[in-house]
């Protein structure tokens, strides 16, 4: 029989392993949720948020990247700036002048060299202006693609001349200047000087060389001059060439010629003609086509080697390789 102290202390050492073990659980869970929650706090990404901004990009001591915004918020952890209303400056190695842009909305990922923008998207400088719903631009690669309504429009104040350009998508190379137009592609070369003629031009793709004045135009190809529709699967318009005795465009592959001739003191008629590639010279106002052409005047049926065909004139040159003969 166990006295009454010897009762107690067995309780007591009982209660004290119990006590024991009890507050080791609860100071392992406690431990054990603080090392998480730290572990999520590291995780987290951290921002700073500004308000009416001044943002400069320094590379090699020189601007990269400058920009007014209305907000900033900035990603510390990723180094991601998220833009309100941006409004700044490209900086490249390639263009002679600074590249000016606005839009609703941007990213710049600086750490990559990368900017995105959304929403009325305008980029400029004093030779070109570009349009578009969206606009991505790579600092590494020099490239600027636009998404989404683009359309341009530049000037060469030398060869006196402006071209614009629609399409659904387009993309400038600033390295090498080349500008490409995909997707429902629409245009027109506009003559600074008003007795000139303008020259429309549809494709499906279209690569304007600004370095060498060209633009190669593929798919679909339609011309569309005055009173002349052409239309091929290729073709090229050389910039350069409007007041010069040398081709200013040409088609290629299944050329088709609609033309509504209108000769002085006569009535109009139709003209309709096939080749298999067509010159056309602006300064002498005609077409030369090559490869099997043939043509429908009227009545008649023409056929040869090499035909030439000259604006609202009746008269057709058609060399047969053997004889040189004007037919009306």
Do not use: C
Not at 12 to 20: D, M, Y
Not at 117 to 131: A, F, H, K, M, T
Not at 218 to 233: E, I, M, T
């Amino acid at each position: 029989m166990l006295s009454v102290g010897q009762r107690l202390s067995i309780w007591l050492f009982l209660f004290g392993i119990f006590a024991s073990t009890y507050m080791g659980l609860f100071v392992t869970y406690n431990t054990t949720g603080i090392d998480e929650s730290m572990n999520e706090l590291l995780d987290q990404d951290v921002y700073s948020y500004f308000k009416n901004v001044k943002y400069f990009k320094m590379s090699d001591k020189q601007g990269r990247y400058h920009l007014d915004a209305a907000e900033v918020s900035q990603n510390l952890t990723t180094n991601v700036l998220i833009l309100t209303e941006p409004s700044g400056v490209l900086i490249n190695d390639y263009q002679s002048q600074p590249m000016y842009y606005d839009a609703y909305t941007g990213v710049i990922n600086v750490n990559k060299k990368y900017l995105s923008l959304r929403g009325n998207v305008i980029l400029r400088d004093p030779n070109i202006r570009i349009e578009s719903d969206s606009m991505t631009y790579s600092d590494n690669s020099q490239m600027v693609n636009f998404q989404g309504n683009a359309k341009s429009s530049s000037k060469n104040f030398d060869a006196a001349y402006e071209i614009e350009v629609g399409a659904d998508n387009l993309s400038y190379n600033l390295s090498n200047e080349l500008v490409r137009y995909d997707g429902n592609v629409k245009g027109k070369v506009s003559r600074t000087r008003a007795y000139e003629d303008d020259i429309k031009f549809e494709a499906n793709s279209i690569v304007v060389d600004k370095s060498k004045r060209n633009a190669n135009l593929s798919g679909n190809v339609k011309f569309l001059k005055s009173q002349l529709v052409a239309s091929a699967r290729n073709g090229e318009i050389y910039l350069d060439n409007y007041n010069k005795k040398l081709k200013y465009y040409a088609l290629y592959d299944d050329v088709v010629i609609e033309e509504t001739v209108s000769p002085k003191g006569q009535p109009p008629f139709k003209r309709k003609a096939f080749s298999e590639r067509l010159e056309g010279f602006m300064a002498e106002e005609k077409i030369v086509l090559l490869g099997l052409p043939r043509v429908y005047q009227k009545k008649d049926l023409l056929r040869g080697n090499t035909i030439v065909l000259r604006r609202d004139i009746e008269t057709i040159e058609v060399d047969d390789a053997n004889t040189n003969f004007k037919i009306r």
